[in-house]
């Protein structure tokens, strides 16, 4: 190499602003340009010379890893690492170091360098930048659920007046009959519109109770035809774009159907009741990158409905699955049927896709993972009421609030049934354990202090397997997480009707030793 060309290269890596450093296998320094020598003093408050053996002018504890990375580089390896180095009574930056080795006319390596870039002020950019974005998630998580708190006030305040109302009016004197029973009903239907409501808000939540099995998604969107049909109205036009090959997927048959119910309605009312609606599916090997999520393979099933409605504001299609959210007049809608699908989707393993373009339609896409068709099975006939069953079933009823007790062991004694109340699953097990034979069936709440209701069942299970379980439950996180283990579950608020008819078929299959021995 000339002179000239030497001193050419002595003024680039003069004129470069970032430390640059060259050592030997003794790791000794050999070159270094003044930015070199201003930084190291800058956080050392030393002036590095020819000779001096690098990794030795580093706090003891940083010495390990500067040698380290010179081995590496020292050995043929080019790289780049991030690592702080510093005196923290200093400086103490981060940088960004690339090293390579030096090597000789013949490719010999005589040595190696590296090249410094202090990054401490883009780090902390970043985590501004993070701090910045975090916050501003908890702000919409915390708008959402100002937003839903004040929805499900103003909702249940709204059933709870009808309810108040009426009870008040019971209890005048001698109400007519038909104002009783007008009142009556006027009680049972906010409850039922109150179940209805705080299933939604758990579907959103994704800590709804499901029941998944396997059936053909393709068989129950034919089957919904009709009822879409008359859902979506006379002036909407459906176009149905099916496939004749089964498409099963594992999820709650009923949450399946509400959210198709869901998508349908917001089409219809997209389109303010006239228009064109399409429903396919398709299986698909992937989901596409969808929100925050990014894009995931597999075998899925693709159910889509497109409308021909006046399409979804961009800012708006960030917000419509939240709940209670809604664009629609007051009055026209609650904000929860998106939310439900959007719940439904995420705790089924799948997601809900929405393409909108305003003037033009909207399409929103369910995503559930395929699984295998099950082999056919021989049809059972199940009836209700089995000729010989007991007429007086014993039940064991395990609850721990006082006043469920207290109503729950009432409407059963109403109902025919004899009970035994237990306060929690320990003394429910301690009564089994005195005598066992004398129940024909448990009912249980699942949620209770110590031991639950699936906690005490597995153990029935375990010691005294003929003795059938039935659980209820308004909400449980163990439900939500692990399902009912195989336990027959009912919801609350439940009828008396669906309580009398689970249990006298279930006290119907008590297994007892002596049915066995004989």
Known sequence: MSDETSNLWEVIGQSDASPICAFDHEFRMIAFNRAHSDEFFRIYHYRVQIGDVFPDLFLPE??????????????????????????????KPYWDIYYAPLRDASGTIIGAFHHAKDISDRLRAEAALHSAEDAL????????????????????????TIVKSAVEMLKLP????????????????????????????????????????????????????????????????????????????NADTNQFDT???????????????????????????????????????????????????S??????????????????????????????????????????????EVGAGSRFTLYLP????????????????????????????????????????????QLGFRTVLAINGVEGLREIANDAERFDVVFSDVVMPGMTGIEMGKEIRRIHGGLPVVLASGYSHVLAAGGTDGFELIHKPYSID?????LRRAAATRDRPDKRAA
Do not use: W
């Open 259 to 309: 959210a198709l119910v869901n998508m349908a309605v917001n089409a219809r009312d997209a389109m303010e009741g006239e228009g064109h609606l399409t429903i396919a599916i398709r299986a698909t090997d992937m989901i596409p990158a969808i929100r925050e999520r990014p894009a995931v393979t597999g075998a899925f099933v693709a159910i889509s409905i497109t409308d021909t409605g």
């Open 370 to 413: 395929q699984v295998e068709t099950p082999a056919l099975a021989e049809p059972l006939i199940a009836t209700d009421e089995p000729e010989h069953a007991d007429t007086t079933p014993c039940v064991l009823v395990v609850e721990d609030n006082a006043e469920v007790a207290a109503s729950t062991v009432d409407v059963l004694d």
């Open 311 to 356: 399409g979804i504001a961009p800012a708006d299609r960030e917000r419509i699955f939240e709940p209670f959210y809604t664009t629609k007049e007051v009055g026209k809608g609650t904000g929860l049927g998106l939310s439900q699908v959007f719940g439904f989707a995420r705790q089924s393993g799948g997601e809900i896709q929405v393409e909108s």
């Open 137 to 160: 998630r908890q702000s919409q998580k915390m708008e959402a659920v100002g937003q839903l708190t004040g929805g499900v006030a103003h909702d249940f305040n709204n059933l709870l």
């Open 62 to 91: 940083q010495r390990p890893v500067i040698r380290g990375f010179m081995s590496r580089a020292l050995a043929g390896e080019i790289f780049n690492v991030t690592e702080e180095f510093g005196d923290p009574d200093l400086f």
């Open 498 to 502: 669906q309580v009398s008819r689970i």
């Open 174 to 249: 001698s109400p007519k009959e038909e104002r009783r029973a007008r009142y009556v009903g006027a009680i049972d239907e906010a409850v039922g519109r109150a179940a209805k409501l705080t299933q939604q808000l758990l579907a959103f939540a994704r800590r709804q109770t499901l029941k998944p099995e396997t059936f053909d998604a393709n068989a129950n969107i034919h089957k919904m035809s009709e009822m879409m049909q008359t859902l979506v109205g006379a002036r909407v036009s459906i176009t149905r774009d099916f496939t004749d090959d089964a498409l099963c997927v």
